[in-house]
């Protein structure tokens, strides 16, 4: 009778916990050159930086911390950021949106925005005032993969900001 309860009780352990169960391992099912189209995403929007944004937004005990998990980052490599987001974020951002987005992350105007996302200071737009839309942007808007593309990264983005938070608690209780 004592067998037959531990017996039981192990078998629910089993069912409840997975981590016991030999075979419960989750089998991937996103195709590698997915996760690659999304790296290659995450690389051209220099995605690294936006773990410094979720650093200065998050709560610290002190300066020192704060300084500490600064350091972290900085000694990340950026593809190591890309490879350990990307598979994450698959189920969010689909290879059509990749490879569209990074294809536009690339072009010089492509560039010019990732540069002013990450390096712009604050902006005073009057009343009336109309951001002035250069000829080559004019042209993107109008694309259909873009416009496409463009909607899905947007309603990817509290995603992505929640992947890099996780990440970035990852890399905080790494030692280096």
């Known amino acids: 009778m004592k067998y037959a309860v531990q017996a039981v009780l192990g078998l629910a352990l089993v069912f409840v916990n997975p981590a016991f169960a030999a075979s419960a ?34 709560r610290y005990a002190n300066e020192a911390q704060r300084q500490a998990v600064y350091a972290k980052i ?9 490879r350990r987001l990307a598979a994450p974020l698959t189920p969010v951002i689909s290879v059509d949106t990749a490879l569209e987005m990074t294809r536009f992350y690339r072009t010089p105007y492509g560039k010019q925005v990732i540069h002013k996302r990450y390096n712009s200071g604050a902006q005073i737009q009057l009343p009336g005032m109309r951001a002035g839309v250069a000829a080559e942007e004019q042209k ?5 993969a873009y416009v496409q593309a463009s909607k899905a ?24």
Do not use: C, W
């Not at 900085?74 to 890309?82: G, L, N, R």
């Not at 990264?153 to 995603?159: N, V």
């Open 74 to 82: 900085d000694k990340t490599p950026p593809a190591d950021i890309y």
């Open 140 to 144: 993107e808007r109008k694309r259909p």
């Open 25 to 58: 391992a989750p089998v991937s099912t996103v195709a590698p050159a997915h996760v690659q189209a999304v790296q290659d995403l995450l690389a051209a929007m220099q995605v690294e930086k936006v773990l410094n944004g979720v650093a200065a937004r998050s």
């Open 153 to 176: 990264l947007t309603e990817a983005e509290p995603a992505i900001d929640r992947e890099a938070f996780k990440l970035l608690q990852q890399i905080d209780k790494e030692k280096r």
